[in-house]
């Protein structure tokens, strides 16, 4: 293997935006454990490569997450980076969201990429270097009309993300959270993504109705392009110091800057309050 060249395992490779960034990596001259639940699509969509290894991955089995990075290990000998790109999207006001809706979606958006770096680390420890990627939101730093409980998971995935940091940093692993905006990928069409509320309360009932098409209706238009994500992706881990944070996408920038300010803005105009509550013989 020569000096930059890096084995990359991915999540979610069969579609969207995980068959983009395993090509990517090819492309690049990396080696690539492409893995999704379905083995034969993860193959037809990013091709043929003697660099390529195909493995089942159902990331919230961990067994399967195991079985996995050993297979990574018996083909490459190593891990260097992880995608954790695998993730599925339910809509819906809080409400109309079942509870085993709520519980479905942090099983696959937090449960499951936390069963593939667990299964993952110590193979970087050993090694004393590696690089964990994660693939939130926009939705996981600013909270979203009709996305209640997609957004919970990816702001859960990114305080887990921001925690993990400090624990690995010591043993030569990098951490980078990416925040994407809307791409045009499969997502809102593809029903194992995309799974719409299953309860019905008449007072949401006429606001349910329109934002569905209105989500569907997005498909196909969205600004980003996953091919520049997946290589732009490849020279963010290429860096020699990747950002601890990657927000991608014109839309997701802007809506991020926002909240910054926005939160800013809420911080000064309390601080006095805020700053008044020590105990007195703090003061």
Do not use: C
């Amino acid at each position: 293997m020569t000096e930059n060249k890096k084995v990359w395992l991915v999540t979610g490779a069969g579609r969207g935006m995980g068959t983009d960034i395993a090509k990517a990596a090819l492309a690049a001259g990396h080696q690539v454990v492409a893995t999704g639940r379905n083995p034969e699509a993860v193959a037809k969509a990013v091709g043929e490569s003697d660099d390529l290894l195909v493995v089942r991955l159902d990331l919230t089995k961990p067994e399967d997450a195991e079985a996995a990075a050993q297979a990574a290990l018996d083909r490459f000998g190593r891990i260097d980076v992880l995608v954790n790109n695998a993730a599925n999207f339910y809509a819906g006001f809080f409400e109309e969201t079942s509870d085993a809706q709520v519980r479905g979606q942090f099983e696959t958006n937090v449960f499951g990429p936390m069963n593939v770096t667990r299964a993952i680390l110590p193979i970087m420890r050993k090694q004393r270097s590696g690089h964990v990627v994660t693939i939130s939101s926009l939705a996981g730093q600013t909270g979203l009309v009709f996305v209640d409980a997609y957004a919970a998971s990816k702001f859960a995935l990114e305080g887990w993300m921001e925690s993990l940091r400090f624990g690995v940093e010591p043993y030569g692993i990098r951490t980078t959270i990416v925040e994407p905006g809307f791409f045009r990928t499969e997502l809102l069409v593809e029903e194992a993504s995309t799974i719409w509320p299953e309860l019905s309360i008449e007072d949401y009932a006429e606001r349910t109705a329109e934002a569905i098409p209105g989500w569907q209706a997005m498909n196909g238009h969205q600004a980003g392009d996953p091919a520049k994500l997946g290589a732009a992706l490849v020279e963010i881990v290429d860096m020699d110091e990747p950002p601890l944070r990657w927000v991608a996408g014109a839309d997701a920038v802007a809506a991020i800057e926002h909240k910054a300010h926005d939160l800013l803005a809420q911080i000064d105009a309390h601080r006095e309050l805020s700053s008044s509550l020590a105990h007195d013989d703090n003061a």
